[in-house]
């Protein structure tokens, strides 16, 4: 199984500041990772797919990158609306598996 | 909009079976463009695969929890479902029912996901 390793845990961060979350594989698994966001309470929401990505109706503030073992999604400025929790997710190999999650909480 | 909702027993007593169903509406379960999953998170934890079915039948299962999983399909009613034997309190989650494209850059991930279904396991 694919463990997939995400850091920080916490991240403490103000509106309109840049937001780097970090999310390593036990493995390679190419580009082959997907970024959710989740707000309490509410379904997981896609944001990235394939590493890099938007899915649709994701605003430009939000993009990924990485491949091989190591990926990261960014969040250029920080909106109050992005304060969650971020999940990765692996389709490299079965079973799928999700990272633990960062929260990003304002600060 | 494709919508999915979970429904079932909110607790299960240990050794007996959980069972939950999901519900879709705005689409049709039975198209071959997309499969059927199963996710849980326990409270403060991450998300767990549980696993997913095709409208064919066809299923693949975690193998942490193939042993006591079955996943099936009743296209009439556009619900698909769940059933975990011989729970105990570490299944206790929330309990997520989503969907999947079989082809294409999202296959493999999750477009559409239900609002979610705490089951606690207790006596």
């Known amino acids: 199984e694919i463990v997939l390793t995400q850091s920080p845990a916490t991240l403490s961060l103000s509106p309109g500041e840049r937001a780097t979350l970090s999310c390593r594989a036990s493995q390679s698994i190419s580009t082959y990772l997907a970024w959710y966001q989740q707000k309490p309470g509410q379904a997981p929401r896609p944001l990235i797919y394939?590493?890099?990505n938007r899915a649709t109706g994701i605003p430009a503030r939000f993009s990924g990158s990485g491949s091989g073992t190591d990926f990261t999604l960014t969040i250029s400025s920080l909106e109050p609306e992005d304060f969650a929790v971020y999940y990765c997710?692996?389709?490299?190999?079965?079973?799928?598996?999700f990272g633990g999650g960062t929260k990003v909480e304002s600060k | 909009q494709v919508q999915l909702q979970e429904s079932g027993p909110g607790l299960v007593k240990p050794s007996q079976t959980l069972s939950l169903t999901c519900t879709v509406s705005g689409g049709s379960i039975s198209s071959d463009s997309y499969y059927w999953s199963w996710i849980r998170q326990p409270a403060g934890k991450g998300l767990d695969w549980i696993g997913r079915i095709y409208p064919s039948g066809t299923t693949n299962y975690n193998p942490s929890l193939k042993s006591r999983v079955t996943i099936s399909v009743d296209t009439s009613k556009n619900q698909f479902s769940l059933k975990l034997r011989s729970v105990t309190a570490a299944d206790t989650a929330v309990y997520y029912c989503a969907r999947g494209p079989v082809r294409g850059i999202l296959t493999g991930y999750y477009d559409y996901w239900g609002q979610g279904t705490l089951v606690t396991v207790s006596s």
């Open positions: 997710q692996q389709r490299s190999d079965w079973p799928l598996t």
């Open positions: 394939d590493a890099s």
